[in-house]
T-cell receptor, first 111, second 114 residues
Framework: KQEVTQIPAALSVPEGENLVLNCSFT??????LQWFRQDPGKGLTSLLL?????REQTSGRLNASLDKSSGRSTLYIAASQPGDSATYLC??????????FGKGTSLLVTP | GAVVSQHPSWVICKSGTSVKIECRSL??????MFWYRQFPKQSLMLMAT?????????EQGVEKDKFLINHASLTLSTLTVTSAHPEDSSFYIC??????????FGPGTRLTVL
């Protein structure tokens, strides 16, 4: 069974810092990997989706990389802002449709 | 586009009662819908997958007689928690998909069972 781990569990940084969130998965035979943002008590907002054949995806200040062979992905956030404070979830899709989620990294960006 | 709604957004019920949660795809036809459950500070865990017109496929450990799922149309799936107990209190999130690649998530329903 696919296991998805996210490190760190929580992170607090001052505004303006660049930061990296890590995601690892145990089975490298994935279909794609997706990063989501979840605000407290809310649903999920998709940030970036990386297909298994891709190495990275970028959207604005966000960049996600994928190293399938080592079972790792990173989400890079440039010039962090207080509005970036949220929980970031990594999800891996295997050959089926279902997503396997990590527990998330809770990010706090202080002014 | 690709908006998924859930109703209600929160519900409080007494132990032993049943609660129905609706998941709708507003601007696309969802051939597949998924139901997830999220306990505090935990990850989303898939409960079941449903395809329109078919019986839902439940994940191991999820009681199909307790969590009734109906996917009667391409835009609506319902999850009914029967004889709810306090341990069923959780955040329930649905997602909908019309293609192999992307799932669109609803805003979630907070269930509290007293």
């Amino acid at each position: 069974k696919q296991e998805v781990t996210q490190i760190p569990a929580a992170l607090s940084v001052p505004e303006g810092e660049n930061l990296v969130l890590n995601c690892s998965f145990t089975d490298s035979a994935i279909y794609n990997l997706q990063w989501f943002r979840q605000d407290p008590g809310k649903g999920l907002t998709s940030l970036l989706l990386i297909q298994s054949s891709q190495r990275e995806q970028t959207s604005g200040r966000l960049n996600a990389s994928l190293d399938k062979s080592s079972g790792r992905s990173t989400l890079y956030i440039a010039a962090s802002q207080p509005g970036d404070s949220a929980t970031y979830l990594c999800a891996v899709r295997d050959s089926g449709y279902a997503l396997n989620f990590g527990k998330g990294t809770s990010l706090l960006v202080t002014p | 586009g690709a908006v998924v709604s859930q109703h209600p957004s929160w519900v409080i019920c007494k132990s032993g009662t049943s609660v129905k949660i609706e998941c709708r795809s507003l601007d696309f036809q969802a051939t597949t819908m998924f139901w997830y459950r999220q306990f505090p500070k935990q990850s989303l865990m898939l409960m079941a997958t449903s395809n329109e017109g078919s019986k839902a496929t439940y994940e191991q450990g999820v009681e199909k007689d307790k969590f009734l799922i109906n996917h009667a149309s391409l835009t609506l799936s319902t999850l009914t928690v029967t004889s709810a107990h306090p341990e069923d209190s959780s955040f329930y999130i649905c997602s909908a998909s019309s293609s192999a690649d992307t799932q669109y998530f609803g805003p979630g329903t907070r269930l509290t069972v007293l």
